[in-house]
């Protein structure tokens, strides 16, 4: 583990981030303050997190086997942040002090050969084990589970594999193990003049294996998304070995091998290390937003923007009460944060281009827009933090609402363009109406978070009042009819947030039965014993 | 079946194109001076393609089915058709009226419940069952094959599910079934301004459903160069039924179904329609050749543009040999055609940038090149008619001098450009060898099909004197050593070729070993009879 990682404070065991980190008394003292202006929501009790000693674990079921002592621990305080991920129900479970799922055991493997003897245990003791990366899931992804005659549950945290191990500068590519997370990864690629830029908004917390299982969606808007399109390789541990992919720039070579473990979910074994393609660091940077005062218009014009070939690295189109809420706008326009960039040349033409289709679109241009311009480093790196520290809040946030009372949920689809308005109005219509039932009070927002030239994958924000300890359930009834608008808009169920177990109901719609087939008979074939995170994905039968 | 295919000429029944396609006796004859000048080659005889009086069938195997009379014939000029695809084996076996494999009946199914139909007699009567779409596999794609336990052997010509069934113009796709082949298909788009822009060199003789299941490259050289991220859904009949996966424009919801069926080569079922991504018609377009004294600064020109993330169509670099066989230059300079191509905006940046990396790397541009221009459509049709006739003229060129008695081969493969340098020696020193040991005399020639960030995609032609009767052991011979060397060069043994038969060795040794358990296991949950395509991809232990 390197030095920092090992002084730098630990990650909360509740909540977003680092101990010390998040909003103070006096930010959370505004917050409440404008919900109530907002809800007329006038007394919300601020929760407190828990402290390991409030939380009551079930002692393990199974003991630490000897021979793995120094990979394998029973620590409650690692069992206890190993039990959740981040999503809106872990949150409220955790400020329920509701760890029922906690691992009997925590893995910290330092190497491959340690991941493998974690799992030839696990096989041998039926015992389920649970691939851990930065623990940021927000589907129920890492929450270990037993079930079909398992003994116990062990969590595999992948963290100490956090290295780049070689950098090919020639084909801009890297071999990096997957524990790594984002920090670290472009921490030691910068001296190399590369990176990866793939920010999702975990990027802090979440790891490049995660990122892998999960097919994970990125930094850009269009063309280069999802990292499934930067995986030049891999190498995962199964139950039943190790499986390595030929490093290749392409190939044609029958069904791609790394596309069954891009989006395995833990299921199949765990990814160990990756050849990653990687960019040059950006040297030019052209950005701007555009006012909308007609969401159609704003629709219409990202469509034409994904359609260009002009593939803006940023092409997110926040709706008015997003722009309100977020504070980028006042709530009388829909916003298109729109940015090009390059590390080999002047993006004049680009931009250009796409002020003439926005314009075509009735949207107005900030006038106060940067222009063309070639990056410093410094520059660079402070538009980097900002952005960071948006992202960051937003996570902070969310737990100060959570604590607040309110029931909060993102989910996030894909559909073509011409679904795209009757499946919005949809969703948007059914959430609202679940809010207005199930909460009394609460707000929808929505975003396109990526355009792609064929359709956006638009993501909702939901705010509402909680009725204290029925959050989850209040939780449940707005995700339950949310998911059926997204499905029967001819949605996906997840664009980037992955299935989990949160996702299985709309998955296994959505899903065709005879892939389903198909995946269970090849999931047999690599995890015979079914110890692979089970509940995620599939089941046996 | 469309009018015009009812009344166009049969395909032929040995070699590419249609009857009266070809080259004829004069230039023939100057081609075997050519060769004479070039190989030393006096006395070069002409074999004359089979007829179907010549060819001696065996008897089908199993009878017509009476229920399926409509579907499925035994006419022994069907057969023959059906017994090989365009490799040169294919080509030299049927010059040596050898249709050993000819399929015992031939499938014409003109919907997806016939397919279904003709997969259930199969799997019940253990006859095997192999898709046909083109018939131009260059691997063994398309020959069937008995083992076992089968019976027989179906081949299933899918010519007849051959229209664009719904065009959506707002996202850019359509749903299109899989047997029409590439002039029919943008013969369909080009009323909506829509285009699929995917060009094979098999374009004329080759379908969607090949192109799908073999994971095909076409038109763009950078960016959008492979089938696969142009499917958005697609619907294939296994032996156990339909899958139909959703049509998105991106998703992240377990491992992508779409992509078990990608690579599948007529292994899981037959693929019987799609929606495709599709482009709006190039209405820009900017075009120039480069030429480069030395290989190396042309490949490092190559690889500065596919990093350059200005994304030309055309990047397609020929090495000295190459230019001066295929008469785009004289011999003494490599030759990089450079296009791009738009649908929305003027390409003045993106080529004269490009030209800026190509200078700096020593190359000279065509002073006569094309600049920035916008196109009409009768220019942009002439510059495809032309590209079609010099990709239709390669096919024709192949068959004559396969006639003329040499052995011939392309072969072609992607490495990442750090192992690019010792690949390209090694096949071309190993392949040249061969050439020389087993041959006598031959060249090799090499072109850069492709180029991605991350490496290239080169292609090799081998054209060598053969001995009379020998000329399969010969390709054989060459092949083996060729595929040896890009195996042991960090390549794959196929870009964009697919597998077949012919690339099973190498493959096997390219394929991790739990991804041959996994792949098997799902072929087994589809087709449990194993009736699909045997010996193609995997076999059942």
Redesign the interface.
Known sequence: MPEEARSAPRRKLWGWGRDGEGLGPAEIEDLRRLLAARFGLAELALAAPPDLGEIDLRPPRVPVPTALAGILGADPAERAAHTHGKSFTDLARGLRRDYASAPDLVARPRDEAEVAAVLDWCAAAAVVAVPYGGGSSVVGGVEPRIGHGHAAAVSIDMGALDRVIEV?P????ALIQAGVLGPALEDQLRPHGLTLRHYPQSFEHSSLGGWIA????GHYATLH??I?DAV?GLRAV?P??????????????????E???????GT?GVITEAWM?LQ?RPQFRASTSVRFSSWTDAVAAA?ALA?????PSNCRLLDHREALVSGSGDGSAAILILTFE????PL???MG?ALEIVREHRGEPDEARRTDRRERDAGREDAAAAWRRTFLRGGHLRDALVRLGLVTETFET?????RFDALHAAVVGATEAAVAEVCGLGLVTCRLA?V??????PYYTVIAAGRPGAEVEQWRAIKAVASDAIIAG??????????GRD?RPW?DR??????A??????K???DPAWIMNPGV??DPD
């Open positions: 090919d020639v084909s801009r590519s999960t097919r994970a969606g998304t999802r499934d030049q199964t039943r070995g190790v499986m390595e992919t030929r490093r290749l720039p392409g190939d044609g070579a029958g069904p791609q091998p596309r069954l473990l891009l989006g395995s979910e199949l393609r040059a469509r359609q260009s070939g002009l593939h390059s590390a080999d040349h004049d033409a680009w281009r894909a559909v073509t363009w011409d990526f792609y030239p064929d359709g956006p994958a001819g949605g996906t169920i997840t664009h980037h947030h992955a299935v996702h998955y959505q899903r065709p039965p005879l892939f087939d198909a995946l269970r008979a090849a047999r074939a690599l994905l599939i």
